[in-house]
């Protein structure tokens, strides 16, 4: 694995390229890094597809001071990345909280970005109980807390080495100033990524587990996330959580293949 950089005006965003042929831009959610798509990776890869899996500004080997984690933010980090390997175009694959960002970056530079990909993406902000909002609150600040949250997502399929992942990911969290970008990442912003959606002229695939602890009815918020494209399919993926990249990655692979091809050609 080689990791690269590209330069922004407050720090740098690191990714790794992998395969050749139409590129495609992977952006993890909170608290994780590039490594959370080590499994679709190779899927990809191996359906002729150039893939760019990038470190969110703050998380893995970017940054990690920044004065905004906006996902308006990520989502000009992953059009730098699109240029920096020869300007694309790029279909963009963003889950949970990049799934904003990729609606900004699309939005913002439609002939760098042929499609987006939002999986387990949110529509409105979770509303929290005050007991809630504390363990949130708790699990934010604590790298190891934020591994025990981070189990909880893969109800049904585990990642044979995920024992091994979350190790690294924890350890990753305990370096300094490395969870205040994982709290960044959430923190309310306004414009919300729902008010760019309509802009969206490009393919859009919303993909959603049908398990994910993270939605009440994981069906009905990824066709509520549909609704808001001029342009857009939704797709459950049978048994999955919140990362189906992780956990379900053939059934992801072949939702995304067909969706790539046609993104492509459109």
Do not use: C
């Not at 969110?56 to 699109?82: F, I, K, N």
Request: avoid cysteine; hydrophobic fraction near 45%; charged fraction near 20%.
């Amino acid at each position: 694995m080689t990791t690269s950089w590209v330069e922004r005006a407050a720090g740098r965003i690191a990714y790794e390229v992998h395969g050749q042929g139409p590129l495609v831009v992977l952006a993890h959610g909170m608290g994780e890094n590039r490594g959370s798509y080590r499994h679709l990776i190779p899927l990809l890869v191996a359906a002729g597809y150039q893939v760019a899996s990038v470190d969110v500004r703050g998380h893995g080997d970017s940054s990690a001071d920044w004065p905004s984690y906006a996902p308006v933010e990520v989502g000009g980090d992953l059009l730098a990345v699109v240029r920096e390997l020869g300007g694309g175009p790029a279909v963009l694959v963003g889950n949970s909280s990049s799934a904003a960002a990729v609606v900004f970056a699309a939005a913002d530079a439609p002939d760098l970005v042929n499609g987006i990909v939002l999986v387990g993406a949110f529509v409105n902000q979770p509303r929290l109980n005050p007991f809630l909002r504390l363990a949130q609150t708790v699990v934010l600040r604590s790298p190891r807390l934020f591994g025990l949250f981070h189990r909880t997502l893969f109800p049904v399929h585990r990642p044979t080495d995920d024992a091994q992942y979350r190790r690294q990911l924890v350890a990753a969290l305990r370096r300094p100033g490395r969870m205040a970008p994982v709290r960044g990442v959430i923190h309310p912003v306004r414009p919300h990524w729902t008010t760019r959606a309509p802009q969206v002229r490009q393919p859009v695939l919303v993909l959603m587990g049908t398990k994910d602890p993270d939605f009440p009815d994981p069906g009905a918020e990824a066709r509520a996330a549909r609704r808001l494209f001029p342009v857009a399919e939704a797709r459950m993926i049978t048994d999955a959580g919140h990362y189906p990249h992780a956990d379900r990655p053939e059934a992801m692979a072949a939702e995304l293949v067909g969706f790539l091809a046609a993104a492509n050609r459109a």
